[in-house]
T-cell receptor, first 110, second 117 residues
Framework: GEDVEQSLFLSVREGDSSVINCTYTDSSSTYLYWYKQEPGAGLQLLTYIFSNMDMKQDQRLTVLLNKKDKHLSLRIADTQTGDSAIYFCAESTGGFKTIFGAGTRLFVKA | DVKVTQSSRYLVKRTGEKVFLECVQDMDHENMFWYRQDPGLGLRLIYFSYDVKMKEKGDIPEGYSVSREKKERFSLILESASTNQTSMYLC????????????????FGPGTRLTVL
């Protein structure tokens, strides 16, 4: 069935780049998303990429999509302590449902 | 900006109680969703609704029901709360990203942390 997998934890130093990886199984996915969840809050849409794109850049965020390997990554340049949060990868597979990964907790050391 | 609100941030209930979680969105979205979030399991879909009075089961509907009497409001009901329903509950609504099916972007409320004793 449909599945989205990501590692549960990532730790980086302030100022370094963070790379959060995600793999998905459904090759018919239309859009892939990255959401950010800060402590005690709901999920906030960070960025998305259409499945016919390889890369999308938005300020400090770079999304890379390897459709052949079904691999999605989110790179955060110059990571700050305010970037500490849980990052969810998600895919839209058609219909109304979106499938979410378990979330990667990013910890930024000052 | 889309605003999705949930009736409570924190809720404590006893086993066997009937629990109502309310969600309201102000952007005229057709689709609304209820998820529960548990550590290490990510988000699991309980129910979703694609129109007023329409509902579909998600991946874990057992022990839950929903109500969508108005477009802006989607309620999650625990008929008889149990301790294994202690969790964070997230509501979301969506509009089509480009209008094509399957491209909806979901906008989330702040969540309700429910504890069942």
């Amino acid at each position: 069935g449909e599945d989205v997998e990501q590692s549960l934890f990532l730790s980086v130093r302030e100022g370094d780049s963070s790379v959060i990886n995600c793999t998905y199984t459904d090759s018919s996915s239309t859009y892939l998303y990255w959401y950010k969840q800060e402590p005690g809050a709901g999920l906030q849409l960070l960025t998305y990429i259409f499945s016919n794109m390889d890369m999308k850049q938005d300020q400090r965020l770079t999304v890379l999509l390897n459709k052949k390997d079904k691999h999605l990554s989110l790179r955060i340049a110059d990571t700050q302590t305010g970037d500490s949060a849980i990052y969810f990868c998600a895919e839209s597979t058609g219909g109304f449902k979106t499938i979410f990964g378990a979330g990667t907790r990013l910890f930024v050391k000052a | 900006d889309v605003k999705v609100t949930q009736s409570s941030r924190y809720l404590v209930k006893r086993t066997g109680e009937k629990v109502f979680l309310e969600c309201v969105q102000d952007m005229d979205h057709e689709n609304m969703f209820w998820y529960r979030q548990d550590p290490g399991l990510g988000l699991r879909l309980i129910y979703f609704s694609y129109d007023v009075k329409m509902k579909e089961k998600g991946d874990i509907p057992e022990g839950y029901s929903v109500s969508r009497e108005k477009k802006e409001r989607f309620s999650l009901i625990l008929e008889s709360a149990s301790t294994n329903q202690t969790s964070m509950y997230l509501c979301a609504s969506s509009r089509p990203l480009t209008g094509a099916p399957g491209t909806d972007t979901q906008y989330f409320g702040p969540g309700t942390r429910l504890t069942v004793l």
